[in-house]
């Protein structure tokens, strides 16, 4: 389902949120510090703050559907992937890494809009929990004439 561009996209560094509803369809969203496509293409793990995740974790447990908006601040690149629930559990010591890293080309990303690193470097990333999500559809969401259209 994701291509190996998409899949390179993903998980460069960009900024990614993922939002869910509880039953009385209200929203819940946190910032997500990284992902991981799996080798199938099929799933896609995203790492949330354990800091601001209870919400979402709770509505997940609940009815199982995410959005994660992914977006590149120096192009405005967006996409968005509809997933249904796996797996969550905390993320492992060998992941942190990763997470951080990824983080970090997301606060490069917003150093070259302007943002300056000062204001950005005290987001916490981690401890973080991983959720696996199944993936279902994908949508571009860069602004102009195809924001939208279904990518997979």
């Known amino acids: 389902m994701l291509d190996d561009s998409l899949a390179a996209f993903l998980q460069q560094g960009v900024a990614i949120n993922i939002g ?16 991981l496509v799996d080798d199938d293409r099929k799933h ?27 977006a590149r601040p120096e192009d405005d690149r967006a996409c968005q992937v509809k997933g249904t629930f796996v797996a969550a559990r ?9 997470v951080r890293g990824q983080f970090e080309g997301f ?7 302007g943002m300056p ?20 559809a994908v949508f571009d969401q860069t602004p102009g004439p195809r924001a939208g259209a279904v990518l997979t």
Request: glycine share 6%; no cysteine; proline share 5%.
């Open 117 to 136: 690193g000062e204001s950005t470097r005290v987001w916490l990333v981690w401890p973080a929990i991983a959720v696996r999500l199944r993936v279902t």
């Open 20 to 35: 869910t509803r509880n039953a009385r369809l209200e929203p819940s969203a946190a910032y997500v510090g990284a992902a």
């Open 44 to 70: 896609l793990t995203v790492f949330v703050p354990a800091v601001g995740a209870a919400a979402v974790l709770d509505d997940l447990q609940a009815n199982g559907q995410a959005a994660v908006v992914f």
């Open 90 to 98: 905390p993320a492992n010591g060998d992941e942190e890494a990763l």
């Open 107 to 113: 606060l490069r990303q917003l150093e070259i809009i």
